[in-house]
């Protein structure tokens, strides 16, 4: 499935980082803030919440840690739910100066283990906004169980909609290679296809799967 798509899509290139990311410093802060903002929205309101930290001169840790969260909330409005996802922001912003010294490598330089059970215990952090991070801020080779992904997985018959994210993850991690440019690349592959064909009414005609067992209906 994952030839299938790559050389039917061809490559993706994620995560995608603005241009106004000055340093790979920067860059890996603001994947880990568009983890954030992007739960439960679509990516063109993150990407004008991105915009709007720029503007601010606001991804940065100290800023973050400065700035009150309720101003926050009225920069990031754009991504919905902003109220919740600037708190969660504190939080994360919080746990990295308290516990790292205010370093992210030295949160994301952790084992993968220890770096996925830190960020757990962020509040309003769950395992796929913790993987994400991890898969392409962290450089770790861990893969992203999305709602994509899910509906993806049940509609060609490998996994029902009972099985949980543990259960997903793990057999991508048993049966693709703990490669970090594949996993990378297959999380955006399934998300492209998602978006052109495995709708929530599914668009099989033209899918790259469609040679695939599958049930649209699923």
């Not at 860059?27 to 439960?40: D, P, S």
């Not at 063109?44 to 309720?70: G, Q, S, W």
């Not at 308290?98 to 509040?123: C, K, N, T, V, Y």
């Not at 955006?188 to 033209?206: D, F």
């Amino acid at each position: 499935m994952f030839e299938t798509l790559k050389n039917a899509l061809g490559r993706q290139g994620w995560w995608p980082v603005s241009r106004d990311a000055a340093t790979p410093a920067q860059a890996r802060l603001e994947i880990v803030l568009g983890a954030v903002l992007t739960q439960n929205t679509a990516w063109e309101n993150v990407r004008r919440a991105l915009a709007a930290l720029y503007r601010a001169e606001l991804v940065d840790l100290a800023a973050l840690d400065a700035i009150d969260e309720p101003h926050l909330a009225e920069i990031i409005r754009s991504s919905g739910t902003f109220r919740v996802k600037a708190r969660r922001i504190k939080a994360f912003v919080r746990t990295v100066q308290d516990e790292f010294a205010g370093s992210l490598d030295a949160l994301l330089g952790l084992p993968l283990p220890q770096a996925r059970a830190a960020l757990l215990r962020i509040h309003g952090v769950g395992p796929e906004t913790a993987d994400a991070i991890l898969l392409y801020a962290g450089k770790h080779a861990t893969f992203v169980i999305d709602a994509y992904t899910r509906r993806v997985l049940v509609r060609h018959q490998l996994a029902t909609r009972r099985d949980g994210y543990d259960d997903l993850q793990a057999r991508f991690h048993e049966e693709a290679p703990a490669d970090l440019d594949v996993y990378r690349e297959y999380h955006a592959l399934i998300v492209e296809l998602s978006k052109r064909h495995c709708r929530a009414k599914a668009r099989c005609e033209g899918c790259p799967l469609e040679g695939f067992p599958h049930d649209p209906s699923a």
